[in-house]
């Protein structure tokens, strides 16, 4: 499974049609510690750069985007009784929402480790 | 950063502690620490935290006839607080007002025996002087002092963590001010603050302001803070943030502030108003207001942020208020917020609904603070 990037600083993660969806080290680190992580309700069709999720700070909320067309297909529960996990482990345990992608191609158009490394 | 951005004294110390620096009221100031927002603000409640606020406004005020009592009664011809009856070495809050009961700016006003010491907010400070100077310069002599830096040190550790560089510290009650020497420098201290803790805020010349620091910095309870933590601090102790929470379009009695206008000044006092407004704040005071500032708690853990609107009812039929401040309280580990809301819905206890993110959250009216004041009275 290869993990693609956006310059927005989400990371997707496909399997098949089924993709997990989270937020870089990076990202995680900009935000500082997260007190509240939810996504959009299971089922809700979303274009390549909608927000599906979001995710706040003490001092602010931000919008992660779906970094590609598809319909939500789960939410990292885990995430309501710990919003930490988040920073704790960004691109592993801390990931955020699951999606059926429309186009399992799209991703190709999104950046490679190395890309978003270089941004 | 644009270079019109100011810098204040600590601006070399504030990058060498690695600061994220962030514009704010024209001054290029640190937003937080390495350790984070969080820990900050758990920090100053635990020990002391150290705050930059060199970019507020330090004003000084001396009364031309050398009688700091015609100082005090000029400048409540600005302001609806009793500071003619404020002793020697003695601060308190205030506002300024205009002709509409709106507030212009809050600030604080210490009575230094000599004359006047104002410490006025960032993003007012030239305001507010130029307005003190224009209705006070024939009785007074007006000083602006924006040069000068200012630090706070505040929580529960402050006392321990200041006392061993400057022993008068520790023998000041809240709101005590006294001018003495800090590791070798002369500063205005002030037993005060902005977080509801205990704690001091100093004033001192820009070319001592490390020195100051640093020696308070190498304390072993005390951290560098940033604003952000300052500012969850700040509402998680129900206190109000001008351009937020306050503004010329809010009356002191509407931002539940009447506990600023001493007996003096109400009603049947010796000076009863006498300042911009007066008239639509006694009739205030007198009929009440439509509407009020109260404390907000929202139920689960999401924030209920600055812009919310408030309804009565769970369906967002009925809007009876807006929040003007919002974040998750990191002590309280809840949201908490602050707005106004119509009278009718303004007691404790009451359940309104927030809107966020296109959902209706119930959200409770609360007694402010949120969290238990830690002053030394």
């Known amino acids: 499974m290869t993990t693609y990037y956006t310059k927005s600083h989400e990371w997707i993660r496909l399997d098949g049609e089924e993709a997990i969806v989270g937020i870089t080290a990076h990202a995680s680190e900009e935000l500082g510690e997260l007190v509240f992580v939810e996504a959009k309700d299971e089922g809700t069709d979303v274009a390549a750069g909608d927000a599906a999720a979001v995710v706040e700070s003490v001092k602010a909320a931000s919008d992660i985007y779906a970094p590609v067309a598809g319909v939500l297909s789960g939410f990292n529960t885990k995430l309501s009784d710990e919003p930490t996990l988040v920073g704790n482990d960004p691109e592993g345990e801390g990931w955020i929402f699951k999606m059926k992608v429309s186009n399992p191609n799209d991703v190709t158009s999104l950046l490679t480790a190395e890309q978003y490394k270089s941004l | 950063m644009t270079d019109s951005l100011q810098r204040t004294p600590l601006h070399a110390l504030n990058l060498e502690l690695g600061a994220k620096m962030v514009p704010f009221a024209g001054y290029e100031m640190p937003l937080q620490y390495p350790v984070g927002l969080m820990a900050e603000h758990l920090h100053t409640r635990s020990k002391a935290g150290l705050f930059d606020v060199s970019h507020m406004g330090q004003i000084r005020i001396a009364a031309r006839n050398g009688d700091v009592r015609d100082a005090a009664l000029a400048l409540e011809s600005l302001i609806p607080a009793d500071y003619a009856g404020l002793a020697k070495g003695r601060q308190r809050y205030g506002f300024l007002t205009n002709d509409a009961a709106g507030i212009l700016d809050d600030l604080m006003v210490a009575n230094m025996g000599d004359d006047l010491f104002v410490v006025v907010n960032a993003s007012c400070k030239e305001q507010d002087a130029a307005l003190i100077e224009a209705a006070l310069s ?240």
Request: with cysteine; aromatic share 6%; charged share 20%.
């Open chain 2, 138 to 377: 024939d009785r007074c002599v007006v000083t602006r002092q924006f040069d000068l830096a200012l630090m706070a040190l505040q929580g529960p550790q402050a006392q321990e963590a200041i006392a061993p560089l400057c022993p008068a510290a520790a023998e000041m009650r809240f709101m005590d001010v006294i001018e003495t020497e800090l590791a070798g420098v002369s500063v205005t201290l002030s037993r005060s603050g902005y977080t509801g803790e205990d704690g001091y805020e100093i004033g001192c010349a820009a070319a001592d302001a490390e020195t100051v620091a640093r020696a308070l910095l190498a304390q072993p309870q005390v951290l560098p803070i940033g604003l952000g933590a300052r500012d969850s601090l700040r509402l998680e102790a129900g206190l109000c943030l001008y351009g937020n929470d306050i503004d010329t379009t809010t009356t002191p009695i509407e931002a539940s502030l009447a506990w600023a206008i001493q007996k003096a000044r109400r009603e049947g006092g010796s000076r009863e108003g006498g300042y911009p407004g007066a008239e639509i704040v006694l009739r205030q005071v007198r009929e009440g207001v439509s509407r009020k500032r109260v404390g907000l708690m929202a139920e689960g853990r999401a924030p209920v942020r600055a812009g919310a609107k408030l309804f009565a009812d769970a369906e967002g039929q009925k809007e009876i208020g807006l929040v003007t401040s919002g974040a998750f309280g990191p002590t309280v580990q809840a949201p908490v917020a602050m707005g106004y809301v119509a009278t009718d819905y303004a007691d404790n206890d009451t359940v309104l609904f927030a809107e966020l993110r296109g959902k209706f959250v119930p959200v409770h009216v609360r007694a402010m603070p949120f969290v238990a004041p830690g002053f030394k009275r």
